[in-house]
């Protein structure tokens, strides 16, 4: 007897081990902030606007409003998990170019934003972004598009269900934690350990708003798989784009002409309507024709 109740405190005392190196592993290989800020929107010759902004638990943030000479659609967008806003000029640019209004934020922890970065904490912070956004008199608020890169690609699902978005777009993103999890540790039951879930192949089903996907096929650090995945468990209407390139290059490839993909996905969700739950069974992706890159869509060509 006392040896099978010492066999049992060792198996709870390994079990506690392994949930507090898991925490720890968790955060320290999910979120990699970066507090100063290398740039700023008007170094690339884009007028902005200094945003502050308090979360609905208190911790304030920080972001930039870039606006558009045309009145009405705005894009909101979510970076990835390392650096700040002042490494995402690029991407700002482009939308900038399409005559796109755009609001990017620094998740808690980040760059000038306060707190400490939590799934949950990312969400309400998204929250407080889309809230600032639709209330801006120039803004249209049933033209709101969530766009993320990454971790932000699930930030952006999550704030399509909490909040009215007229399309989603997820670039470069993975299905969940536990998934890329399970791949990285397969020697362990990542399910059961993981806290910061970021669960979006779960969520996309239930979204009816026009969305779109992009992946690039080289991708180093998410697969490519996940972004197919994500695509396949998506409501109607949807769209796939495959790049060349890897993570953090392949929109910035001409060949991949990145920026006619995200206008032409403008173009065509132009007066969508909000999202909603989703009442019928995605269909089976149809691939298009023409150029590079290749595409697959079910949203209409």
Known sequence: MPGI?????????????LRCFFLVFERANLYFPTRTLEA????IGLAYQDVFLTASDGVKLHGWFIPSAARGRAVLFFHGN????????QTIAILHRLGLAALMIDYRGYGR??????????????EAAYDWLRARPEIDPSSIVAFGRSLGGAVAVELARRRTVSALIVESAFSSTADIGREVLPFLPVRL???QRFDSIAKVGSL?????????????II??????????????????VALRGGHNDAFLLPENA??????????????????KPATESPAAPVREGGGAPAARSTHGS
Not at 5 to 17: H, S, W
Not at 40 to 43: F, L, T, V, Y
Not at 223 to 240: D, T
């Open 82 to 89: 390392a650096g700040n806003i002042s490494h995402r000029l």
């Open 258 to 275: 990145y920026p006619g993909i995200l206008a032409r996905f403008f173009g065509e969700v132009s007066g969508a309507g909000p999202s």
């Open 223 to 240: 697969p490519f798989s996940h972004g197919e995945r994500l695509f396949r468990a998506a409501a109607e209407p949807k769209r796939f």
């Open 113 to 126: 934003s306060g707190g400490r970065p939590s799934e949950e904490g990312l969400y309400r912070d998204a």
């Open 40 to 43: 700023a929107p008007d170094e």
């Open 193 to 195: 350990l993981v806290t």
């Open 5 to 17: 109740m010492k066999l049992l405190a060792g198996i709870v005392v390994a079990a506690v081990c």
């Open 208 to 220: 009816a708003v026009p969305k779109l996907f992009i992946h690039a096929r080289q991708d180093e």
